[in-house]
């Protein structure tokens, strides 16, 4: 049997000495994940191309605006995304925005080194730093986006890196303020993971229950955000599931409110408090539903094996719940889940993959205890 782990800092560790490591040369397995990862990449780009249109073209656009000195749609309708948009201001000005793309590859390297550091610290097992690098960089609902100009790659790295900063480390690192800012205004949940974060980062010897209220807080300041724009609020009182998948006929035009708690109480009062739950759970279960009806069969297939995560990752979750930085990895699910629930998703799954590598944290030192147990 193994013994208890014990408490290490902020997180739960094993004992190192507790499972021997692999005897095998540790210095081959980086050179051959990234080789299988340019590989994945190189299987993405044949089967889905390179997406560079649709809402690519906005915030090229809106880059385009900026480097002519025009700042009004950047600090208006594309505030939420600005990070985005100062990003490929330089690819922009070459003329070439598809430079952004291999940046967009090295940071998800880097990424993926940060997250296997902060899993090492969870489990205490280099082989967990090892299985969290090469999951985040296969992970097709991630890297699926890495060869597209939409947010979704730069806000998963921007995430991963400042989670390390917070919860890898006894006190905040010095790029810590920076990603704060950088995570923010990369996509509108951006506050979902930073206030999480910080709390569990800053807080980790506040009483729980001071934690969890902090949680519920960010929650709230999401629901009570009196700035989302209409069309939004449109498509939640219309009680869409995913964006352009109508589940009613009859469009909502009595709606007058402003936030998203307002449109939660209009659709309880017209549709009744059983009806309206079951279309949260519907919403819920989307955020968490990796393939998609408008996918090819071969990028479902693909997708397929990652609804693997989930019980292990809910393995993880009891296995370490003591631990503050496992604490926030189930925080940042939770309030995603929730927000989901009460708005929309959205049809390609990018909602899904910021979610993806919090999962890798929960699931690798799930995966080494299990094999440990079985050993023993």
Known sequence: MFRRPPLVGHSLSFERNSMPETRRPDR????????????????????????????ALKYTGCAEQVLQGDLRDLLSNYLPYATYVLFLLPFVALGAPVLAIPVQIGLSVIAALALGRLTERISGHRVTRQLATALFLLSVPVQVWTLALYTESLFTTLTVLLTEQLLARDRPG??????????????????????????????????????????????????????????????????????????????????????VLDAQLHLIERNGLGRHLKLMGTRMASLFTFTRPSFSASHNLLLAGYFLLYPFALAGWWMFRRSTTIEAVGSVLLLHAILIACTCDEWSGRFNAPLVPMLIMLVCPALVRLLQTARN
């Open 174 to 259: 010095r790029w810590t303020w920076p990603l704060v800012v950088l995570v923010l205004f990369a996509r509108p949940v951006g506050l979902l993971f930073v206030g999480p974060l910080l709390i569990a980062g800053l807080g980790r010897k506040w009483p729980l229950s001071l934690r969890i209220a902090g949680y519920a807080g960010v929650l709230l300041l999401a629901l009570l955000n009196p700035r989302v724009a209409r069309p939004q609020l449109d498509i939640i009182v219309n009680s869409d599931v995913l964006c352009g998948c109508t589940v009613d006929a009859d469009r909502i035009i009595d709606f007058h409110g402003h936030s």
């Open 28 to 55: 081959w397995v980086l050179p051959a994940t990234l080789v299988a990862f340019t590989a994945l990449l190189f299987m993405l780009w044949r089967m889905e191309g390179l997406h560079m249109d649709k809402e």
